[in-house]
């Protein structure tokens, strides 16, 4: 059993920033790859941004120079820092996992910016 815990989202203004956690707790051996997904009202998840285990990230294009992946593998924690925020970055924000057992994900956190 793998446990994702997820913290940081809120409510902000535009060009607010903020920054996301999650922790993943459990069955937890060598994680490849961490990321986030987000999914706004009415619409698909879709991929944010992902790390790999090596510190390669990879970013959606309507985030790039704005947000920031980063993980710490010895506490098996992402994070996500989170600047220039706009109204259309408003969705459930979801922790994602690969690890040879599988993949797995978090129960959301919230961001919404107001404009």
């Known amino acids: 059993q793998v446990q994702l815990v997820e913290s940081g989202g809120g409510l902000v203004q535009t060009g607010g920033s903020l920054r996301l956690s999650c922790a993943a707790s459990?069955?937890?051996?060598?994680?490849?790859?961490m990321g986030w997904y987000r999914q706004a009202s009415g619409k698909q998840r879709e991929l944010v941004a992902s790390?790999?285990?090596?510190?390669?990230?990879n970013y959606a294009d309507s985030v790039k120079g704005r947000f920031t992946i980063s993980r710490d593998n010895a506490k098996n924690t992402v994070y996500l820092q989170m600047n220039s925020l706009k109204p259309e970055d408003t969705g459930v924000y979801y922790c994602?996992?690969?690890?040879?057992?599988?993949?797995?994900w978090g129960q959301g956190t919230q961001v919404t910016v107001s404009s």
């Open positions: 790390i790999t285990r090596g510190g390669t990230a």
């Open positions: 459990g069955s937890v051996a060598m994680i490849n790859v």
């Open positions: 994602n996992i690969e690890q040879i057992r599988g993949i797995y």
